[in-house]
């Protein structure tokens, strides 16, 4: 275990691993089934779903996490009143850990299903509960001890995706570097995988997959399973950034039956941003990833399902007693059904107009400035394009990292397009260096490594060539909308939906043409592009659902305000 996880554990014990007593058992009985295991017995399994919330009435069990090579490392030993669990338990997926009974095991096992029941119907102890299920996957993340082992070199574009990929999704992973990493050429030389057939990732369950795609991938570690394709849901979201997360949470709260679907993670871009500090209520900041990572958890603590990587690729419907539902055509043969939907796909990120850009993409070019694409370039000049934002935010968090930052803007100024704390904090920093009026004109390198980066005034026409090898792209988003190219949903003349007014009198703010059908979030014409306006419209548009779904007696919830509650 790292020094970093280790340090978090015991600076934080008592809330990950806490003592509940007498009446707090008695709280949860209503919630679990007794079990009993026997001394040695394994009571979950790495890679296999656990039976749920485990809580210890008596005797103890060791939690214990793997190594590459298969050596066991003890994370906490629980006795009577401590419950096992992490936030896999919370959705019914595998777990990342094993425990073993140490001694005979009394035990109360709390399903998944009535695990939700009870943080809901039971606040005070949900909460701790709750919290207690975060850290402990905060600490896994930590550690990196535990989940899918990525092989492979450091730098390749297969090994950055897949990466990329689990960090999205908050699954621990750890990377072992072929070139340098004496376990993964042990692991290399066990599996007599040639190096050619690199990457490769061994998944908890010991299954190894060979350069996976990233369903591929999340289908092996229980990320994902198998859709239902009798179940009719009340609301199909489509897209899991704060918009979408937003109409989950709110959706779910209030008695609807939800089911997310997102192609890649949950978060979106704001999903990626490395802090934002104009957010309500953070007034120190808070990174893109633990603020989404909060709404994601906080969905599926009131019920929504979550089918993320799963692609929906069309929108259809049906006939059926009550009139109409929608069928969402997911992947190549899976189907969704549901009584309405709502798009809340967001925007794909611009790519730049550049002949040499695609080889140098997934190892050189970069969409998104994580910890991953920081360590990459560390102590390196790099090249920022952007001038929103995202490109404002990218660029102090990576002036910290690495040697330089050039940003360079095609506009004549920051201002007019990037908050003004952000222009000043640029402004400040002695490690970024703003050519204002330049663009890019050529990539230069080999076998998809890039090494310089050529640019010009676009006033004077001076051109320079710079050695960079890492450059990062914050020049705007299309809306996410090809999926709906043949679905009869309105768009405008730049591909964002069209809703409300612009479809027509009568319909909702939110509604597209399509009855049943809404649009919300950053895929939305009119929209206003800012996390805030999102998470807004997604507690908005619960409204519309409630309205549109009582009339057929199809939710069978009376239409309540939205709202904190």
């Excluded at 096992?84 to 850990?97: D, F, M, W, Y």
């Excluded at 694409?373 to 002036?399: F, H, K, P, T, W």
């Amino acid at each position: 275990m790292s020094q970093s996880a280790r340090a978090m554990i015991e600076a934080r014990k008592d809330q990950m691993f806490p003592t509940l007593g007498q009446a707090d058992i008695d709280r949860l009985r209503r919630f679990g089934e007794a079990r009993s295991y026997a001394r040695g017995e394994r009571i979950v399994k790495a890679g296999e779903v656990a039976p749920g919330l485990i809580l210890i009435l008596s005797g103890k069990a060791e939690v214990t996490q793997g190594s590459a090579l298969g050596r066991r490392e003890t994370i906490i030993t629980h006795g009577p009143g401590q419950f096992l669990g992490e936030l896999a338990q919370l959705s019914a997926r595998p777990s990342l850990v094993d425990a073993e009974a140490l001694e005979p095991v009394e035990a109360l096992v709390v399903p998944s299903g009535r695990l939700r029941d009870l943080l809901v119907q039971e606040a005070e102890l949900g909460e701790r509960i709750m919290r207690a299920l975060i850290l402990r996957r905060v600490g896994l993340l930590e550690s990196g001890a535990s989940g899918p082992i990525l092989i492979g070199r450091a730098d390749h574009p297969d090994v950055l995706r897949l990466q990329g990929f689990l960090a999205r999704n908050g699954q621990p992973h750890r990377v072992l570097d072929s070139d340098s990493d004496a376990c993964a050429k042990t692991l290399i030389e066990r599996f007599h995988v040639d190096s050619n057939h690199l990457p490769i990732v061994l998944c908890p369950n010991g299954k190894l997959l060979r350069n996976p795609t990233e369903n591929e991938l999340a289908r092996c570690i229980g990320l994902v399973g198998p859709l239902d394709a009798t179940k009719i849901y009340d609301v199909a979201i489509v897209g899991a950034g704060p918009a979408g997360l937003a109409a989950a949470v709110y959706a779910a709260s209030e008695g609807l039956s939800v089911i997310v679907l997102d192609a890649r993670a949950f978060g979106g871009q704001a999903g990626a941003s490395a802090r934002i500090e104009n957010y309500l209520g953070f007034p120190t900041g808070i990174s893109g990833m633990a603020l989404m990572g909060r709404a994601y958890s906080q969905a599926q603590k009131f019920g929504a399902e979550m089918a993320i990587p799963d692609q929906v690729n069309r929108l259809g419907d049906r006939a059926d007693e009550s009139g109409k539902r929608y069928v969402l055509r997911v992947g190549d043969d899976e189907t969704v059904q549901a009584r309405t939907v709502v798009v809340a796909s967001g925007a794909l990120y611009r790519r730049l107009d550049v002949a040499e850009l695609a080889q140098f993409e997934g190892s050189s070019v970069h969409y998104w400035a994580s910890p991953i694409e920081a360590r990459l370039c560390s102590g390196q000049e790099v090249a920022l394009v952007g001038a929103g934002n995202s490109a404002g935010q990218a660029a102090c968090y990576l002036a910290s990292q690495v040697k330089k930052v050039w940003l360079l803007a095609r506009g004549a100024s920051l201002e007019a397009s990037m908050s003004r704390y952000l222009v000043e904090r640029i402004k400040a920093q002695s490690t970024i260096e703003v050519l204002t009026q330049t663009e890019i004109t050529a990539l230069e390198g080999h076998e998809g490594n890039l090494e310089k980066v050529r640019w010009r005034n676009r006033a004077s026409g001076e051109e320079t060539t710079r050695a960079i090898r890492h450059l990062f792209l914050f020049i705007g988003a299309d809306p996410n909308t090809g999926w709906l190219a043949q679905c009869d949903v309105a768009l405008d003349g730049k591909g964002f939906v069209r809703t409300g007014g612009d479809c027509g009198e009568g319909y909702h703010a939110l509604e597209t043409n399509r009855a049943g059908v809404f649009a919300i979030g950053d895929v939305r014409s009119g929209s206003v592009k800012r996390v805030a306006a999102a998470v807004g419209e997604g507690a908005q548009v619960v409204a519309a659902l409630h309205a549109y779904l009582a009339p057929a007696g199809g939710a069978g919830v009376a239409p309540a305000p939205v709202g904190i509650r």
